[in-house]
């Protein structure tokens, strides 16, 4: 997972906000916690290890354009 900028279309501009809900902080707990199995799985396997993060990773992208959605549209 990559760190977004403050400005994009994830997050808006809004240079200063405060940190991630906590709800992002398990999330990338969740991930560190995959990665982790994933590389002793397919430790060498490099484009298995990389297709095997793909539901998460697709899944975190949708919640967070939903995020972007309610908070711009509510």
């Given at each position: 997972?990559?760190?977004?900028?403050?400005?994009?279309?994830l997050?808006?501009?809004?240079?200063?906000?405060?940190?991630?809900?906590?709800?992002?902080?398990?999330?990338?707990?969740?991930?560190?916690k995959?990665?982790?199995?994933?590389?002793?799985?397919?430790?060498?396997d490099?484009?298995?290890?990389t297709a095997?993060k793909?539901?998460?990773?697709d899944?975190?992208v949708?919640r967070?354009?939903s995020?972007?959605?309610?908070?711009?549209?509510?």
């Amino acid at each position: 997972m990559s760190l977004i900028s403050l400005v994009s279309p994830l997050t808006g501009d809004r240079p200063g906000c405060s940190g991630p809900p906590a709800h992002h902080l398990d999330t990338g707990h969740s991930y560190v916690k995959l990665k982790r199995s994933l590389a002793q799985r397919f430790c060498t396997d490099r484009a298995a290890y990389t297709a095997a993060k793909t539901a998460f990773i697709d899944d975190v992208v949708a919640r967070a354009l939903s995020e972007q959605s309610l908070r711009r549209d509510g």
